[in-house]
Nanobody
Framework: QVQLVESGGGLVQAGGSLRLSCGVSGRIFSINAMGWYRQAPGKQRELVARITVGGQTNYADSVKGRFTTSRDSGKNTVYLQMNSLKAEDTAVYYC???????????WGQGTQVTVSS
């Protein structure tokens, strides 16, 4: 059974930093990309950052220059370094893995990030 286990969320003051980690427990075949989404109260889930197996990254405009995603392919772990955090970054952050095989998308349980202004 595949599980994505996230860690690193918490409460931080505006301007501070947090680092999220997500490890894959179990086997996922043919991973294409790993990344992070977030969902704030009353809003839709949105892509924050994504990294492909080839190392290409893309970011939401709202986090460019502040967040960095990276991957340790040997450990099947993805990270999200979040700097210069703002109150509007407050959300539940979900780890995501994209695969070529069903179910194609795997999700973590979510970790709360709260930024106080």
């Amino acid at each position: 059974q595949v599980q994505l286990v996230e860690s690193g969320g918490g409460l931080v003051q505006a301007g501070g930093s947090l680092r999220l980690s997500c490890g894959v427990s179990g086997r996922i075949f043919s991973i294409n990309a790993m990344g992070w989404y977030r969902q704030a109260p009353g809003k839709q889930r949105e892509l924050v950052a994504r990294i492909t197996v080839g190392g290409q990254t893309n970011y939401a405009d709202s986090v460019k220059g502040r967040f960095t995603t990276s991957r340790d392919s040997g450990k099947n772990t993805v990270y999200l370094q979040m700097n210069s955090l703002k109150a509007e970054d407050t959300a539940v952050y979900y780890c995501n893995v994209e695969s070529s095989y069903s179910p194609y998308m795997y999700w973590g349980q979510g970790t709360q990030v709260t930024v106080s202004s």
